[in-house]
């Protein structure tokens, strides 16, 4: 009999964690078994014809949000070119109304609610070798003709059940993110989230977890996202992790861990101001900080905790920390997401991240969505569309307030412009919000643009909004494109001076220079030097001003290095080092 597990990711660099516990899980059918993963970004017909070429007897779907409109149509599509297959759903997008869905999409013969390991394990020995009977399987719900069945709820495996999903190697998911797992659960409650369904965390026991946390440093992976709702619920369990894979750092190997930064203590904090930089990236949820908004929510954050941890950790200046917003939360009006955006803008964060509330299938917000009045989206992701406090006006405007800071913050692109223009306006969200309303009256927002361009339209605005005579802007400008890329194409604005075309030849040649400032070239030739590196002179002390950024910023010219194999970890700059020619 042909199994065959389908995923269907958000993106490319996406890993499906889910299909390969199901696949690990079920060794005793291996020989049955075959996975296969897709993108949403994939041609429908393209994965319905790949599914079909496979000819599975039992067509298996994981799905979530992003995928689960894709698949009510693939079931329908594949059951009319094959309708002797089985089609078996789970996931958290069919765990909560299976029935409602299979009433509605006939053409699905079994729904998994919940935890799917052991169910699916129960499932193969019904279909494959027919010793168990459907209707005695945890955790289901069928059809047999035509009634639908309801069994018993499955009981939680224990974690340390769970096999490890990367024991062949990691060939096949080079380039891919790797998920991994070492909890379950979470001791919070917040209402917009499946986490609060379930009571209390389970955990893999310390030293498998360590075990397999060898093999990805053995391997040398790019990068392990670890998918527990709240990391470091557990000191002692989040604790001996980060210590065990600081002990045995590769050097290469980046971990993403979400926490909730209230519950570090100044002995954690401490020990993470030591990690080498880049090892750890710290995904913190603050959502915001309307005291009403944090209470409706029923979410526990101190945010002056919060603040102090944040900061501390910034201080270390090794740890990238990426900070969430949720904007559409009960009690939260336009205003309010403001002053949660300051909030949380203030404590420079390499990444701030603007979402929008979705309300998902049995979350306590589902079940409040009238009592707070929230009108969302009928298909997934089910966006909130207003609410009782924000109209549907202010979400279009926090909708391109979003693209403004995906473009100018967290790409990192426009750091020290950014950092100018910021002292122009009263708050950093005022600024973004200027930004908006500045791309949607000019039309920016209807196509993609380069990088160029963008350094463009950032100068255009600050000359057209804020100070048309201001030379400075276009110096740090060109500071902000240096620091990303040795540039090639320049944009109309940016004025090239050969004045020191030879000076700067003549430091390449200079083998005094290359010892102090490029000693990892000192093997190059200085044609090949220039190419790795970048010398550009300008007329204001620009180096000075971004360490400290003290106006007014001083006007003497100075000859900028900049090296393209020694970047920032946090926003990839390149080293730059003031050199006299």
């Known amino acids: 009999m042909n199994i065959l597990l389908v995923g269907i990711n958000a993106k490319f660099i996406h890993s499906n964690l889910a299909i390969r516990y199901l696949e690990k899980y079920c060794r005793d059918y291996k020989d049955n078994i075959e996975t296969v993963e897709f993108t949403i970004n994939n041609q429908y017909d393209f994965i319905l014809q790949e599914i079909y070429k496979k000819k599975p007897d039992i067509l298996s779907i994981s799905c979530y949000i992003w995928n689960i409109e894709i698949v009510k149509s693939l079931v329908r599509d594949f059951k009319k070119i094959s309708p002797e297959t089985t089609i078996i759903l789970g996931g958290p997008e069919v765990s909560y109304d299976s029935m409602e869905l299979m009433e509605k999409y006939k053409e699905i013969d079994v729904a998994i609610v919940g935890e799917g390991e052991e169910t ?23 059809r047999e003709g035509n009634k639908i069945y309801r069994n018993t709820q499955r009981k939680p495996l224990g974690l340390d059940q769970l096999p490890f999903v990367y024991d062949e190697g990691f060939g096949a998911l080079e380039n891919k993110i790797i998920y991994y797992e070492s909890s379950r659960g979470c001791p919070f409650n917040c209402q917009y989230c499946l986490s609060s369904i379930e009571k209390g965390v389970r955990l893999r026991s310390l030293p498998i977890v360590l075990k397999e946390l060898q093999c990805f440093l053995d391997a040398g992976v790019v990068q392990v996202k670890f998918v527990d709702r709240t990391f470091n619920c557990n000191k002692k369990h989040a604790l001996g992790i980060w210590k065990y894979l600081h002990e045995h750092d590769n050097g290469y190997t980046n971990f993403h861990f979400e926490i909730s930064g209230d519950l570090l203590d100044d002995e954690t904090i401490d020990f993470l101001s030591r990690v080498r930089p880049g090892l750890f990236q710290l995904e913190v949820g603050v959502q915001s900080t309307n005291e009403v908004t944090i209470s409706n929510i029923k979410r526990k954050t101190n945010f002056e905790r919060l603040s102090n941890v944040v900061s501390k950790i910034n201080k270390g200046n090794n740890i990238h920390q990426h900070l969430d917003l949720i904007a559409g939360l009960p009690g939260e009006d336009y205003d309010s997401f403001g002053k949660s955006f300051n909030d949380v803008y203030n404590l420079q964060p390499h990444q701030l991240q603007l979402g929008f509330l979705k309300i998902l299938k049995g979350s306590g917000l589902k079940k409040d969505a009238d009592r707070y009045d929230i009108l969302y989206k009928d298909k997934a992701p089910y966006e909130v569309l207003r609410t009782k406090e924000l109209t549907y006006d202010d979400i279009l405007k926090l909708k391109m307030i979003e693209e403004m800071v995906e473009i100018y913050y967290n790409s990192g692109n426009f750091y020290f412009a950014i ?21 949607l009256k000019n039309n920016y927002h209807e196509v993609n643009h380069n990088k160029i361009k963008l350094y463009t339209i950032l100068l255009e605005f600050y000359h057209d909004i804020i100070e048309k005579d201001d030379v400075n802007i276009k110096h740090i400008l060109r500071f902000d494109m240096y620091l990303q890329e040795k540039v090639k194409k320049f944009p109309y604005w940016l004025e090239r001076n050969d ?4 000076d700067i030849i003549d430091f390449y040649k200079n083998e005094e220079n ?18 790795m590196a970048h010398l550009e002179i300008f007329p204001i002390n620009i180096i000075k001003w971004a360490d400290d950024f003290v106006e007014p910023i ?28």
């Open 514 to 531: 290359i010892i102090k400032f490029l000693p990892n070239y000192k093997d190059y030739t200085s044609k090949q030097i220039s190419r």
């Open 120 to 142: 699916f394990n129960e499932l193969m020995k019904h279909y494959v070798d027919g010793l168990s009977t459907i209707n005695m399987i945890d955790g289901i719900i069928y």
């Open 419 to 439: 950092k100018y223009i910021e002292r122009s306006f009263e708050t950093p969200f005022s600024l973004y919000e200027s930004l908006a309303k500045y791309w």
């Open 499 to 502: 004045n020191h075309k030879e």
């Open 554 to 581: 001083e006007h003497r010219e100075i000859a900028v290095l900049f090296d393209y194999h020694d970047r920032d970890i946090f926003r990839n700059n390149a080293k730059y080092v003031q050199v006299i020619i």
